[in-house]
């Protein structure tokens, strides 16, 4: 099955900086990458998402990478601010079966 | 729309007693999966269900697991009997389409301590 591998695991930055996350992922036929933010006592909330036929895409501070034939994606945040503080999650699908997540990166903004 | 609603927030029980988690998806949402969380092994799938019908269950660790959804408005998480080791975050989430297709949109998760 799927294996996705997310690194860092813990990530420290301070506020303005910005911030890189990333996966790598086993499986050469998934296609849909989605980004999840899960903040303390939140169940992960999708923040950003992007499918294999396409290489970037942005909104306003994310902006998600995707490079299918090394098998890696990423997640980066600009001008980062303390309210990005979170767990950052990953994940790999294909077609229309479920995901498959990475084990999260808490992410630490510092004012 | 209220969001996906679980219920309890938190559980406390002792080993060898039945726990059952209580989940509310979004209306008109034709996807419900169960999710569990932990340090060790981040999110796992246990089940998820189609038009009230589970399609996967390969994810729910052992028989002492056991889910249901009645109806399209709601669903069970049931461990009976309960062991330590079962102690985490357990999540409900619902989508329209499958977990690959688009959004999944998640309760704020039942954490479950068994003594």
């Known amino acids: 099955g799927e294996n996705v591998e997310q690194h860092p695991s813990t990530l420290s930055v301070q506020e303005g900086d910005s911030a890189v996350i990333k996966c790598t992922y086993s499986d050469s036929a998934s296609n849909y990458f989605p980004w999840y933010k899960q903040e303390l006592g939140k169940g992960p909330q999708l923040i950003i998402d992007?499918?294999?036929?396409?290489g970037e895409k942005k909104d306003q501070r994310i902006a998600v990478t995707l490079n299918k034939t090394a098998k890696h994606f990423s997640l980066h945040i600009t001008e980062t601010q303390p309210e990005d503080s979170a767990v950052y999650f990953c994940a790999a699908s294909k077609g229309y079966s479920t995901l498959t997540f990475g084990k999260g990166t808490m992410l630490l903004v510092s004012p | 729309d209220a969001g996906v609603i679980q219920s309890p927030r938190h559980e406390v029980t002792e080993m060898g007693q039945e726990v059952t988690l209580r989940c509310k998806p979004i209306s008109g949402h034709d996807y419900l999966f169960w999710y569990r969380q932990t340090m060790m092994r981040g999110l796992e799938l246990l089940i998820y269900?189609?038009?009230?019908?589970?399609?996967?269950d390969s994810g729910m660790p052992e028989d002492r697991f056991s889910a249901k959804m009645p109806n399209a408005s709601f669903s069970t998480l049931k461990i009976q009997p309960s062991e330590p080791r079962d102690s985490a975050v357990y999540f409900c989430?619902?989508?329209?389409?499958?977990?690959?297709?688009?959004?999944?949109?998640f309760g704020s998760g039942t954490q479950l301590s068994v003594l």
């Open positions: 992007i499918r294999s036929n396409v």
């Open positions: 269900f189609n038009n009230n019908v589970p399609i996967d």
């Open positions: 989430a619902s989508s329209t389409l499958g977990a690959g297709g688009g959004k999944l949109f």
